[in-house]
């Protein structure tokens, strides 16, 4: 009986190790050993041609100027938002907790879309001002590094504004009162207590939006190209799709290599600021924080806080759907220039908005089923058993999510492109690419939930069915999987979202009907179909509305916003 | 006895079975040998025609032949490029057919031995330039480089030179070559006019003159006023024309650049026989009807009546443009663009 549980823990194991191997481990490899090829020979070819290349040197320092000068700004403003949230006694201050974090659901690259609408050389605000003013240039050009910068900055203040926000509020207030009673005004206690003691979570949240957005494909993808204004992660891209040179691969894995280490390095910083954060500050109990009495200035702040919501959420909104409604693009939005026509062609005419859909929701939906069965299994090696190497596990589990999206899509692709030894099956250019390296990038969700839910199953009720003289298999089936199972759902609505979302991977993996919602907004707006591309991206944005409707009624509001 | 007839239903339960299946499995037998092959199956087709004429393309073709499923992947002409490339790289091509912009890209696939010798029924109707001596590429469309303006724009331009005018200073549109195989046909075909020449494209810059993306991407920005001049195929302003949209073109006094596009067959296809259906229903009367009534394209023959508004083939007054040397200085054209228009 013994031995026979003991296999199948160890079977569960080699499982395990199986599929993060195939998943993770080998897409991987392949990337560095690619990079290390030239020729078909052993060769830091590769690593010259992608370092020595001016526009490669230039892509870099924009990736390192636009990521450092969107994280500024998000923090600033994500800080901001958070302390009038958390102390003050600004009206409407639950309405605006939630209108705050309104972004997250829009994806970036729509948001990049959506500006365009609005600050684009013939945007609608561009266009006001000018007749308004009589100019002939527009106010404002958002092609470019500016645009990029603003973009990225309402699209990732909400993660500084979250992390914060909670901060703030677990704050222990002891140490605020006690420097006010010291006769500090407060303001001052403000700044020199609760600014101080607050900042390892506010450098840990500004290094988060670094890290996002130095791996964003989306938003400089759309406002850079025509400009040729490129990042890292756009000049990869180009690299593998336009590039007609021999060796583009190779070269496009040490790129890869090169992104991976500098959004490392913002990773491993972000870990730095996260350890040390255990300040005695963080007190579990609820506490009546400290509240400043804003007085007149409410009034202002209120509008202030009303005119950011507005210019984070509802004005992209609006511009995106007037664009979609307008015949033909360039037209003023007024009665008789609107129609549903373009939702007619992306629905009814275009075959691969149609299939984009179906893709996307198909790719969704069996992604985060796969997911939150593996990470059943991958989360109790880790959480609950003693075998070696369990560490490393977690580690190639979160791999995927921690490395830019770029990397992620050429490893595969790396990995994938020759057909599979023995079935002569090639997953390129097939629906499964996408399948599989979704499952790969999203495991960590899965993977983190499962163990959340795990670490508080005590082994007990595990030890007592296995005295009853259940195997493993049937202890895991029986006790341990309906244990968690909240959480596993919970995990399967972590995925299937930004799996809807997804553009990074998906646009350098797709292939033809193998199209996913994402790609064919992208597509149409890259082809110069804007009227198209936003018609598709206004359905993008209400099947996203309702998946997270959904969400938070089924997780009983645990989950969306 | 239980046991007896349950036995009993069991097999002719199996036997029923057996005979459904026989019946639903279709016949293994080959139809006649002597019948012509039939186009069926799948095809790819890897294109930069613009997806929503791509679009109807497909859905009227699938209309003729019932049997088939037409595959298309579209993007710019550098980007079908390099996913042939990627794919030759893993072994497989899984275009059937490659339909781009311009020539000197099936020149290149010829030299590496891409693509599939075939001589279409219709090859007859098409004059010379319209198809390959050695018969492995057809125009399936003819496209133009003409000077597009927003209708607003004054003075309107009539030559190349117009370009230059310093009215129109910081609003004039050029698709990157980068991207675009027509637009580099046209800075390649200009490069080596001597009238013209790279001067040409410094006083553009001096003028300032910006690179767009894509063709479509300069129409919206003509048509929206972004850009007062660009310089554009032809096809792309017939084809918003009718919805209203406030953008003209014209043929400059110097000729337009003349592009046959060609449409090829790879010679890895698996479907021969539906990719050359492809081509000849492309080649053909009804095809070229088609495609003046869906892309609003100059037909590449003559029995067909060009769209409303254009000329015809011969009508149209055209620039040199050498494509075999097009392909030849392909990366010096690119480098030299870069360094004008790159910063």
């Known amino acids: ?30 990337l560095v050993y690619q990079s290390i090829q030239y020729n078909q020979q052993w060769s830091l070819q590769s690593y010259l041609a992608a370092m020595t290349s001016e526009s490669n040197l230039l892509a870099l320092r924009h990736s390192l100027e636009v990521s450092l000068a969107a994280m500024l700004g998000s923090t600033v403003l994500g800080t901001f938002l958070a302390w009038l949230i958390a102390r003050t006694d600004l009206p409407g201050r639950n309405f605006f907790r939630t209108a705050f974090v309104l972004p997250f659901l829009i994806p970036p690259f729509i948001g990049a879309l959506a500006w365009l609408q609005i600050l684009g050389p013939v945007g609608y605000l561009n266009k006001f001002l000018m007749t308004l003013t009589g100019a002939s240039e527009p106010f404002w050009n958002i092609y470019g590094p500016a645009g990029i910068v603003l973009v990225m900055m309402l699209h990732e203040y909400p993660t500084v504004f979250i992390s914060v926000l909670g901060g703030l509020e677990r704050m222990n207030p002891e140490l605020e009162e006690a420097a006010q009673i010291s006769g500090g005004r407060i303001f001052r206690v403000m700044r020199d207590v609760t600014l101080p003691l607050m900042m390892p979570t506010i450098a840990a949240g500004a290094l988060l939006v670094f890290i996002t957005d130095i791996a964003n494909f989306g938003v400089p993808a759309i406002l850079g190209f025509s400009e040729n204004y490129y990042v890292l992660t756009t000049q990869i891209y180009n690299v593998i799709t336009r590039s007609t040179q021999p060796n583009s691969l190779n070269i496009a894995a040490a790129m890869s290599i090169l992104l991976a280490l500098v959004s490392g390095l913002g990773i491993f910083l972000q ?45 992209p909104l609006v511009a995106i759907l007037l664009t979609a409604l307008v015949r033909a693009y360039g037209l003023p939005p007024l009665p008789e220039n609107l129609t549903l026509q373009n939702f007619y062609d992306v629905l009814m005419l275009n075959q691969s908005s149609r299939r984009g859909i179906v893709n996307s929701l198909g790719l969704a939906v069996t992604a985060a089923t796969i997911i939150s069965l593996l990470s059943a299994f991958i989360a109790y090696i880790i959480v609950k058993t003693k075998m070696r190497g369990r560490a490393l596990l977690d580690f190639i589990s979160n791999a995927p999510y921690t490395l830019p999206g770029t990397v992620v899509a050429l490893a595969m692709i790396l990995a994938w492109l020759k057909p599979l030894p023995l079935i002569d099956f090639r997953l390129y250019n097939t629906i499964w690419i996408l399948l599989v390296a979704y499952v790969a990038r999203y495991l960590a969700f899965g993977v983190r939930t499962a163990a959340g839910s795990l670490a508080q199953v005590h082994s007990s009720l595990e030890e007592a069915a296995r005295i009853s003289g259940a195997g493993w298999l049937q202890s895991f089936r029986d006790i341990v999987i309906p244990l968690i199972r909240p959480g596993l759902f919970a995990g399967w609505f972590l995925v299937f979202i930004p799996c809807l979302r997804e553009l990074t991977i998906s646009a350098l993996l797709w292939s033809t009907r193998n199209e996913t919602i994402g790609v064919v907004v992208f597509n149409l707006q890259q082809s110069g179909n804007t009227s198209a591309s936003a018609a598709l991206a206004v359905i993008m944005i209400a099947v996203l509305l309702i998946a997270n409707l959904i969400t938070r009624r089924l997780t009983g509001g645990k989950l969306g916003y | 006895m239980n046991d007896k007839r349950f036995s009993l239903a069991l097999l002719l339960a199996l036997f029923t079975l057996s005979i459904l299946v026989a019946c639903a499995t279709p016949p293994a037998a080959a139809p006649s040998p002597a019948a012509p092959a039939e186009a069926k199956g799948k095809i790819a087709i890897y294109t930069s025609v613009p997806q929503p004429i791509a679009d109807k393309i497909q859905a009227d073709f699938q209309a003729k032949f019932p049997g088939v499923t037409l595959d298309i992947f579209r993007g710019g002409t550098s980007e079908v490029v390099a996913k042939i490339m990627t794919e030759k790289a893993g072994g497989e091509i899984i275009a059937d057919l490659v339909w781009v912009a311009e020539p000197s890209t099936y020149e290149d696939f010829k030299a590496q031995d891409l693509l599939l010798k075939y001589t279409p029924a219709e090859a007859s109707a098409l004059t010379d330039e319209m198809k390959d001596k050695d018969g492995y590429y057809y125009a399936g469309r003819l496209i133009n480089m003409v000077i597009a303006y927003n209708s607003a724009t004054d003075p309107k331009p009539k030559s190349w030179k117009d370009l230059l005018n310093p009215a129109y200073k910081g609003k004039i549109g050029f698709p990157s070559p980068l991207n675009s195989g027509a637009a580099e046909g046209a800075v390649k075909t200009f490069a080596d006019l001597s009238n013209f020449g790279w001067k040409y494209f410094d006083d553009l810059k001096a003028n300032g003159a910006k690179q767009v993306a894509n063709n479509s991407t300069l129409r919206d920005q003509i048509a929206s006023g972004e850009f007062k001049v660009g310089v554009l195929l032809d096809y792309m302003v017939r084809e918003v024309k009718p919805k209203g949209a406030t953008i003209e073109y014209v043929w400059p006094d110097e000729g337009a650049v003349f592009i046959p596009s060609p449409i090829a067959i790879l010679k890895t296809t698996k479907n021969p026989v539906t990719a050359k259906a492809f081509l000849d229903f492309v080649l053909s009367k009804p095809g070229q009807e088609t495609m003046v009534k869906l892309g609003f394209f100059i037909p590449i023959r003559a029995d067909v009546t060009p769209p409303e508004g254009a000329p015809s083939l011969d009508k149209i007054k055209r620039l040199p443009t050498d494509w075999k040397a097009v392909t030849r200085d392909r990366q010096a054209t690119k480098d030299k663009w870069t360094e004008i228009f790159g910063k």
């Not at chain 1, 823990?9 to 897409?27: D, K, N, R, S």
């Not at chain 1, 007190?283 to 507005?310: D, E």
């Open chain 1, 1 to 30: 009986m013994k031995r026979l549980r003991l296999n199948s823990g160890q079977a569960t194991l080699a499982f395990a190790v199986l599929v993060l191997t195939i998943l993770v481990v080998y897409p991987l490899a392949q």
């Open chain 1, 271 to 315: 870990r730095f600021y996260l350890s040390n954060k255990e300040f005695a500050v963080i007190s579990g109990k609820s506490m009546q924080p400290n509240v400043v009495k804003l007085g007149a200035h409410r009034y202002w702040l209120f509008a202030l806080a009303l005119t950011l919501f507005v210019i984070a959420t509802v004005a």
